[in-house]
């Protein structure tokens, strides 16, 4: 069964760090585009950054550049974010979801930030940043 499990969120003050993780199982995550998506409450659910050997790297959107950071471990089978410099405004439900670049339909550098676009989603970790 092809699963994606997030974990590490939590409560941090403003200006804190937090790592989040996002495990594997059932397939090999560095096959995979790996995207981190957020979701605030009653907001659209919007993209944070994305690892892609297929794209050809690392992408941030514009809010968290020089803040978060996305890496892979493939031996863990599990893709981090790193988020420093934490504000309130980050505080939002983490998920993470792969693509598989060897399927039609897979993430362009256009779409890497739609949710739609992704083949499997985690459930999801809660970020509260607040003093």
């Known amino acids: 069964q092809l699963q994606l499990v997030e974990s590490g969120g939590g409560l941090v003050q403003p200006g804190g760090s937090l790592r989040l993780s996002c495990a594997a199982s059932g397939f090999t995550l560095g096959d995979y585009s790996i995207g981190w998506f957020r979701q605030a409450p009653g907001k659209e659910r919007e993209g944070v950054s994305c690892?892609?050997?297929?794209?050809?790297?690392?992408y941030y959107a514009d809010f968290v550049k020089g803040r978060f950071t996305i890496s892979r471990d493939n031996a863990k089978n599990t893709v981090y974010l790193q988020m420093n410099n934490l504000k309130p405004e980050d505080t939002a439900v983490y998920y993470c979801?792969?693509?598989?670049?060897?399927?039609?339909?897979?993430?362009?550098?256009?779409?890497?930030?739609?949710?739609?676009?992704?083949?499997?989603w985690g459930q999801g970790t809660h970020v509260t940043v607040s003093s």
């Open positions: 690892t892609s050997s297929s794209l050809g790297g690392t």
């Open positions: 979801a792969a693509d598989n670049p060897s399927q039609f339909g897979s993430i362009t550098i256009a779409t890497m930030f739609t949710w739609e676009e992704y083949d499997y």
